[in-house]
T-cell receptor, first 112, second 113 residues
Framework: EAQVTQNPRYLITVTGKKLTVTCSQN?????MSWYRQDPGLGLRQIYY???????DKGDVPEGYKVSRKEKRNFPLILESPSPNQTSLYFC???????????FGQGTRLTVV | SQKIEQNSEALNIQEGKTATLTCNYT??????LQWYRQDPGRGPVFLLL?????KEKRKERLKVTFDTTLKQSLFHITASQPADSATYLC????????????FGKGTKLSVIP
């Protein structure tokens, strides 16, 4: 089944403790992206990647890192999480520009 | 700066009626506009894509229009059902060849039986 898989689905962590949220897609998509979603602010793009080893900042990249060493994986790294990074995070993939995006099931992160 | 605005945060409609949602944008020159559905706590699901040279696109009970002069898209659900209750998002890429996909804040549709 074609899908975008994020792990974990739920995570509670403490301020400053490094964490990684994984994202994997099995559709051989070149394009992958991370979003966060907050009430009243909608979906905001954090980082995106056009292909292996090619990434770029979205609208809200501060406090996040990404890497794209393989086509199928696009992990999101929070080196020193803070409470304002408490949010619902989504990974997405697609075949390229101007095409539909496929979303993962989301990761609900709470930083205390 | 580029903006995508969905006029209503929430829309209540009686079952069987047609729901019409609006998406306006500024400082974009999009070749394509997309609509997604999102259920609470779940990822958005793609519904329709319309190209700038298409005035209208249909899929079952869904219809999308795209007016690049008005910089507006309308999303219609005919014969609405309670199962259509969800948040609907419009989305645009920042420009030709761009990989930066930006979403409006969405309109939460509630279809009342």
């Amino acid at each position: 089944e074609a899908q975008v898989t994020q792990n974990p689905r739920y995570l509670i962590t403490v301020t400053g403790k490094k964490l990684t949220v994984t994202c994997s897609q099995n559709m051989n998509h070149e394009y992958m992206s991370w979003y966060r979603q907050d009430p009243g602010l909608g979906l905001r793009q954090i980082y995106y990647s056009m292909n292996v080893e090619v990434t770029d900042k979205g609208d809200v990249p501060e406090g996040y890192k990404v890497s794209r060493k393989e086509k199928r994986n696009f992990p999101l790294i929070l080196e020193s999480p803070s409470p304002n990074q408490t949010s619902l995070y989504f990974c997405a993939s697609g075949t390229g520009t101007n095409t539909e995006a496929f979303f993962g099931q989301g990761t609900r992160l709470t930083v205390v | 700066s580029q903006k995508i605005e969905q006029n209503s945060e929430a829309l209540n409609i009686q079952e069987g009626k047609t729901a019409t949602l609006t998406c306006n944008y500024t400082n974009y020159s999009p070749a394509y506009l997309q609509w997604y559905r999102q259920d609470p706590g779940r990822g958005p699901v793609f519904l329709l894509l319309i190209r700038e040279n298409e005035k209208e696109k249909r899929k079952e009970r869904l219809k999308v229009t795209f007016d690049t002069t008005l910089k507006q898209s309308l999303f219609h659900i005919t014969a609405s059902q309670p199962a259509d209750s969800a948040t609907y998002l419009c989305a645009l890429y920042s420009g030709a060849g761009s990989y930066q996909l930006t979403f409006g804040k969405g309109t939460k549709l509630s279809v009342i039986p």
